[in-house]
């Protein structure tokens, strides 16, 4: 199971595009809300419905931990007490973290980019100032990936599939979209 997590100001297409492509690919993904309520507000006015609350989601059966970018919802991933130790706890672990557009940034903040291949929104670099950044549209460093922004949300999101279904469900999951 992986949890990817929503706060109002999130970018829907890095969000949904993931849900959606891991789901096709058989991979067992909820979305979670760090709002106090179950619908959460992308930033071009969409609501979405999360499967649970970040307090009721239970993190124990959780292989990765996904955070969707979108300026707003970022500073609110960033700010969230519950998930920064929920990313320390993971990273302690070896587990599987990802991050795309600006969401990086809340990784780097907490330091766990320190000396990692990774990428970010343009405009963002200096963010990543202990990291080594690449123009990359998908980046991958041990249990790290990260990616750039809207434009590389599917490459993102395959990039997931490949990790947690294997290489022949993430090929077929990319045929069926004509990627």
């Known amino acids: ?29 909820r979305t979670v809300s760090i709002m106090k ?13 999360a499967d649970a609350l970040f307090e009721d989601a239970g993190y124990e059966p959780c292989e990765m931990l996904i955070l969707p970018g979108g300026g707003p919802g970022t500073k609110r991933l960033l700010e969230h007490e519950g998930l920064k130790k929920a990313l320390l706890d993971f990273a302690a672990a070896g587990k599987w973290i990802a991050a795309i557009c600006a969401a990086p940034m809340v990784l780097a903040r ?12 343009d405009g963002m670099e200096g963010e990543l100032a202990k990291a080594r950044y690449t123009k990359e549209p998908v980046v991958r460093d041990g249990n790290f990936i990260t990616s750039r922004g809207p434009g590389t949300a599917i490459p993102f999101a395959l990039a997931l599939a490949e990790i947690l279904a294997g290489k022949e469900a993430a090929d077929k ?7």
């Open 1 to 29: 199971m992986v949890y990817v997590h929503l706060a109002d100001g999130f970018e829907e297409i890095e969000a949904l595009t993931v849900v959606d492509v891991l789901r096709r690919a058989g991979v067992n993904v």
């Open 37 to 49: 309520d179950l619908t959460v507000t992308g930033a071009h006015g969409v609501p979405v419905v």
């Open 110 to 121: 907490n330091g766990l980019l320190d000396g990692r291949n990774a990428t970010v929104y």
């Open 173 to 179: 999951v990319k045929g069926d979209l004509l990627c």
